[in-house]
């Protein structure tokens, strides 16, 4: 979006760590605001690792326990000025961090749908992150009613709806 020509930030929450410093740098140069990205002084960045395949599904390797992210949390979007934003996008995995997290991303949500803002919502299912299955439907089916648009693949909206029928996902 940003080299479109859009106005772009990022909201995360990183460690004072190199990895961390790159990032947010990196982001810089793509000119994506970084207004937005709170430091942990004592965590780390964390990071996910998956692999390139032609057939089947790819092999994740998480390395999140414990990171900066998982300190996220309702005082790093407090100061966020919705009536400036005119969309945001979420995925479902910071919810499944922890439940402040999730709180934060709930707040995130809301302010920005009472503000007007069009809101996409991926659930980018990682059924490895959450405490159970259940719970991860639950919450983000939730997550999906704030949404203007919702972008499950077909397997994760036949597991949200129980239906492999796409105009029933739909």
Same mark, same amino acid.
């Given at each position: ?22 990032? &947010? ?11 937005? /990205? =709170? !430091? +942990? ?64 991303? &709930? ?6 749908r009472e503000a007007?803002?069009? /809101? =996409? !919502? +991926?659930?980018?299912m990682r059924p ?43």
């Amino acid at each position: 979006m940003a080299r479109l020509g859009f106005e772009v930030d990022f909201l995360t929450k990183l460690g004072k760590d190199p990895f961390g410093q790159y990032i &947010y740098k990196y982001l810089q140069n793509e000119r994506i605001g970084t207004e937005h /990205i =709170t !430091f +942990d002084e004592e965590l780390n960045t964390g990071i996910m690792l998956k692999n390139k395949t032609k057939e089947g599904d790819p092999i994740t390797a998480y390395y999140r326990k414990g990171s900066a992210f998982t300190n996220f949390s309702i005082e790093d979007v407090m100061d966020i000025d919705f009536s400036e934003v005119r969309l945001l996008h979420v995925t479902g995995i910071p919810p499944a961090v922890n439940r402040v997290t999730r709180g934060a991303v &709930y707040h995130l949500m809301a302010k920005a749908r009472e503000a007007g803002s069009f /809101i =996409t !919502f +991926d659930p980018n299912m990682r059924p490895e992150l959450w405490k159970n299955e259940e719970t991860m439907i639950k919450v983000l089916n939730n997550m999906a009613r704030y949404a203007n648009v919702v972008l499950p693949g077909i397997s994760e909206g036949e597991k949200l709806t129980g239906s492999r029928d796409k105009e029933t996902i739909a």
